[in-house]
């Protein structure tokens, strides 16, 4: 249903400001650098004109759970949802619209648009930045469509499909000047675990010797007999860059979009993002080397790794593990140890959960509410704190160590080139074709 957006459309000021920045951004390279371009007080309170106007691409489990957060801050004004299942965008919109009816204390507020095709939605000039909340497959070409269209960027993790999706994001996220922010919310929301980050770059656990990553396993199963598709949605668009294959409800309505390998490499990434990103925060670079066992289930229809045991290590020396359990992330140091996930922080000693930081020492937090974080950074052109670079490296990380299972070699990761060395099956891994025209 086509509504017409009621919200005071982007004001000219708004608009030009963002295309000077991006303008300035793309025409000098040293601005890429530069953290601030404009204070957040040069666009004062939050008048309308000055909200980002968001569009929600992919209104599943995780989406309305963005667009919730999203409608609770006032810097945000959400304008239109995407999604390919008609019955989830329709909620999606009205629930927008129910929600600013009730904060302008009216019956009716019509201003949110629903879309079955995410082009439409990135046609919209109107539109500052989207959020995007589909299905891993669709994470990479839905962003590059939207930096492409000149959109800021709010991406769930798993960051790619691949380890060539990631670095073209990444490429088209610094050519575009577009602001992205990474789903690892435990950034902003969990501050533990930037405390945790803290006192490992700050060196209070001596010398590093050792990172463990834990995230939760993954899952075998899943029904493979063909359903038909259900009405409402456009399975083709959900799809997308994937094979396509017969219709099941495990693959889209169960956790099959989790754990098929076409659609995702399963909990190695689709989790283990959450303490892949910690460890990576705390310590700023990839492993060198990863080797390791795993399962591949050949029954069912999920087909991506479990029982992952990956042993690695750094440039440094230092010791790398990514398992399954507990979701966590441990720093070993020479004077102590420091564990935390979103779930809580420990120590050894526990006296290093008392330090205090120095004014000199280097500060990881930014706002504690990761939504906000990137609403500020579209403002202001500052970089939120889970930025692209960062978002890439631990994403890599997850992809090496499924490669590293799949072949049962011992993978060697060139940081400097980017590429996996002196072994041409696995190097080819890290590419994976797509569907036309969807390919990233
Ligand atoms: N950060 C976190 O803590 C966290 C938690 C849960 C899920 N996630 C991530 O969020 C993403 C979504 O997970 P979910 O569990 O909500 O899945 P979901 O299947 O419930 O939701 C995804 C939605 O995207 C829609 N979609 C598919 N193709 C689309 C397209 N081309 N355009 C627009 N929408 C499209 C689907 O129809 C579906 O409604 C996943 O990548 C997942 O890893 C993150």
Known sequence: MTRPTLRPSLTMNSLSRRRFLRQTTLGSATALSLPTLLPASVFGANAPSQRVAVGH???????????????????????AVCDPIQERREAAAQRVEQHYAAAKGQDVYRGCRAYADFRELLARDDLDAVVIASPDHWHVPLALAAVRAGKDVYVEKPLGLSIEQGLALRAAVHLHGAVFQYGTQQRSFNSHCGFACELVRNGYLGELKAVHVVAPNGSTGGRAVPQPVPAGLDYDLWLGPAPVTPYTEDRVFGTGRW???DYAIGFIAGWGAHPLDVAHWGYPHIPVEYRGTGRIPTEGLFDTVVDWDVQGRYASGVEFTLKTGTDKTTFVGTDGWVAASRGGISAAPESLLERKLKPDDVRLLRDNHHYRDFLNGVRTRQTPVSDIDSAAQSDFMSHLGDIAVRTG???????ATETILGDTAAARMTRRAGRAPWAA
């Open 57 to 79: 691409i992919g209104v599943g489990g995780q989406g309305r759970g963005l667009m919730d957060g999203f409608l609770g801050l006032p810097q945000n004004q959400s304008v």
């Open 259 to 261: 754990f098929i390998y």
């Open 409 to 415: 070699r011992t993978i060697r990761w060139d940081p």
